[in-house]
């Protein structure tokens, strides 16, 4: 059986988990959340994390746990695995691109990059208690998501 790897991306609170959680309930596929699988892969080494302490990490080590742990846990069975991602990490003063290659590793053969209005996104960081998301205003948040590349060179 073929199976096709779609990773759909965008900046923290464009709304990726929330548009895959509706599409589940008229598509079959299985949803991978990046973030959870460096979760898994690192709670065989160390305390279990919290999503959000992830971004403090390694970025490069976390990419090499995402990949063997996406490795371990896809489903060969189903014929559409849709990847739950980032392009780019907000770090404290900085960004950090995602490699290329993670997105190859991980058999990627379309990508989506979710974008919405930069208020909107700004407002959901702002009403999310469950994580400590990074606090930007819209105009910093309209950067990092239409041009990741210019972001990650400031």
């Not at 959870?36 to 999503?51: G, H, M, N, Y």
């Not at 896809?74 to 991602?85: E, H």
């Amino acid at each position: 059986m073929s199976q096709c790897v779609i990773a759909v991306t965008g900046i923290s609170g464009v709304g990726k988990t929330s548009l895959l959680r509706e599409l589940s309930s008229r598509v079959n596929f299985q949803h991978m959340q990046a973030s959870a699988l460096i979760k898994a892969a690192r709670s065989t080494v160390a305390p279990v994390l919290q999503t959000d302490e992830l971004r403090q990490l390694g970025i490069g080590d976390n990419q090499q746990l995402l990949v063997g742990q996406f490795r371990r846990e896809i489903n060969s069975s189903v014929p559409l695995v849709v990847v739950d991602a980032h392009t780019l990490i907000e770090l404290p003063g900085r960004t950090e691109l995602i490699q290329p290659c993670v997105f190859k590793d991980l058999g990627v053969s379309a990508m989506l990059f979710l974008i919405d209005e930069a208020e909107a996104i700004a407002q959901r960081r702002r009403s999310d208690n469950t994580r400590k998301r990074p606090l930007k205003e819209a105009k910093e948040i309209s950067l990092l998501q239409h041009s990741p590349e210019a972001a990650h060179r400031r």
